[in-house]
Nanobody
Framework: QVQLVESGGGLVQAGGSLRLSCAASGLTFSPYTMGWFRQAPGKEREFVAAIIGSSGRTVYGDSVKGRFTISRDNAKNTLYLQMNSLKSEDTAIYYC?????????????????WGQGTQVTVSS
């Protein structure tokens, strides 16, 4: 059974930093493309970042480029999201997700496995 468990969310002041983690189990982690998405109240789920399993290539949503960094440790089956220069508009539930083949990195529908989410709240 595949499990993705996020941690590291919390309350932070604007301009601060947080690092999210996503521990994966029940799957061979390294080949999977892993992504971070977020969803604020009343809004659609938004692509944040992805890291390609085979190459380590990273892609980012426009709203987080230059502030967030996605990384992975295949030996630990763990995905990370370093978030710096946080803004109030970054407030959302953050989800990690895994996909294998096909579909767009940017589309939630392309990902077959999801975590339960972790809340990030940025106070201004």
């Amino acid at each position: 059974q595949v499990q993705l468990v996020e941690s590291g969310g919390g309350l932070v002041q604007a301009g601060g930093s947080l690092r999210l983690s996503c521990a994966a189990s029940g799957l061979t982690f390294s080949p999977y493309t892993m992504g971070w998405f977020r969803q604020a109240p009343g809004k659609e789920r938004e692509f944040v970042a992805a890291i390609i399993g085979s190459s380590g290539r990273t892609v980012y949503g426009d709203s987080v480029k230059g502030r967030f960094t996605i990384s992975r440790d295949n030996a630990k089956n763990t995905l990370y999201l370093q978030m710096n220069s946080l803004k109030s508009e970054d407030t959302a539930i953050y989800y990690c997700a895994a996909k294998m083949y096909g579909g767009s990195w940017y589309s939630p529908g392309s990902y077959g496995y999801w975590g339960q989410g972790t809340q990030v709240t940025v106070s201004s």
